[in-house]
C-alpha cells in the first residue's frame, strides 16, 4: 500500500506546474518580437512579459523562447514587434513535456496588422 501512495505522489508531481519550467515558444514567423504574453483563452488577463526570459529581451525569427509562469492549457497569446505591429492568436494549445510547447506561424498572424 505503501509503494502504491508513494507511486501515486510520484505521478502527481510529474503532472504539476513543475514541468513548465523549460516549455518554450517557437517563433515561425519572419517577425522579431519585443513582446510574447499569453491570456487564458478569452480573457485579457495578460501574464507576465515572456521576452524578460531572453537576454536580449526579444524573440527573433525562427528563434525559441523560455516560457515562465505558465501550466499547459488553451490561451490566446499577443506578440508585438518594435515596428508597432500587434496580434493576438486566439485558442492557442500551450503544452508541456514537448521540445516546444506552442509554435506561431504566419498562416496564424496572417490577418494581423
Known sequence: MKRL??????????????LAKDMQFWNQTTHEFSSVKLAPAGTTNWGAEQ????????????????????????????????????????NVEVKAGGKVAFAIDEKQIAGCK
Open 51 to 90: 521576452t524578460a526570459n531572453d537576454p536580449d529581451n526579444g524573440v527573433s525569427a525562427d528563434e525559441r523562447l523560455k516560457i515562465t509562469g505558465v501550466t499547459p492549457g488553451t490561451y490566446d497569446v499577443r506578440v508585438a514587434d518594435k515596428k508597432g505591429f500587434t496580434c493576438v492568436v486566439k
Open 5 to 18: 501512495i508513494a507511486a501515486a505522489a510520484l505521478l502527481a508531481l510529474a503532472a504539476t506546474p513543475a
